[in-house]
């Protein structure tokens, strides 16, 4: 476990160094927050559409600061850092978990000050519901870590990967209810309606919601099954991550 904590500190520590892109992300999100959303709030005929729309942006970029990880993952590689980190006495389970923790940590220290903001917008009604849904948020960014760690070793190569993660982007965050109700979504087209109930995203984004008391347009009427959505989500890809960590790994570098 001390090992584990080492990996921890390492990459909390890295992330910080990145601080013209956290401005820049900070900036995103104030943008999106106080122009899209007053201006998209007057357009979409939904009752406190701005809360909606704010709480899911946080959900947006919780996820985008926990895929963060794997361009963590390709810089090392280019500099030859991953051979040395695979040198260290520590397996590979060790660094792919701390990796995945150390994720989850950093994208909470980074959009926890940006979900006060909104949680401030918004106002809290029940304080032990929005523990609950933070606590299942950070599980949420460990298993988003867990996914982003496996496409990134998987694929190996930065362009390809780019290129996949502007369309699932463009799916993932579309094809939710981090937006738009899910009422919304099937009026405009009822197979992207059913595929969001399976989206990683409105589960979250359903949670926090929950959490802060916007109960009006959610998915789901029982807590419970986001809570374990994630749940489910976040080992499996953890598990996987570890998996093919080792696997592409095994006996050497990144080539």
């Known amino acids: 476990m001390k090992k584990v904590l080492l990996v921890v500190e390492r990459d909390v520590k890295r992330f910080l160094r990145y601080r013209f892109l956290l401005i820049m992300r900070a900036l995103w999100f104030i943008v999106q927050i106080a122009l899209f959303g007053l201006i998209a709030s007057r357009m979409v005929v939904i009752e406190n559409y701005f809360q909606y729309y704010a709480a899911g942006v946080s959900i947006i970029i919780l996820y985008s600061t926990a895929m963060f990880v794997s361009y963590d993952i390709y810089e090392e590689a280019e500099h030859g850092v991953i051979d040395y980190l695979l040198s260290l006495p520590l397996s590979r389970r060790e660094l792919v978990l701390g990796r995945s923790i150390a994720s989850g940590i950093r994208s909470f220290m980074y959009v926890g000050p940006l979900m006060a903001i909104v949680l401030f917008l918004i106002g809290v009604t029940n304080p032990l519901n929005l523990a609950i849904a933070l606590f299942s948020l950070f599980i949420f960014?460990?298993?988003?870590?867990?996914?982003a760690i496996t496409l990134a070793v998987a694929i190996k190569s930065e362009d390809r990967f780019d290129i996949l993660m502007g369309v699932l982007d463009a799916l993932i965050v579309r094809i939710s209810t981090t937006?738009?109700?899910?009422?919304f979504i099937q009026q405009a087209n009822t197979f992207y309606g059913l595929i969001s109930n399976f989206n990683p995203l409105t589960f979250a984004a359903d949670l926090f919601r929950w959490g802060a008391g916007i109960e009006k347009y959610l998915t789901f009427s029982n807590p419970l099954i986001p809570i374990m959505a994630i749940i489910i989500f976040s080992s499996f890809f953890a598990l996987i991550g570890i998996v093919v960590y080792e696997k592409r790994l095994e006996g050497g570098g990144w080539q």
């Open 179 to 183: 937006l738009y109700p899910r009422t």
């Open 141 to 147: 960014s460990f298993g988003v870590s867990g996914f």
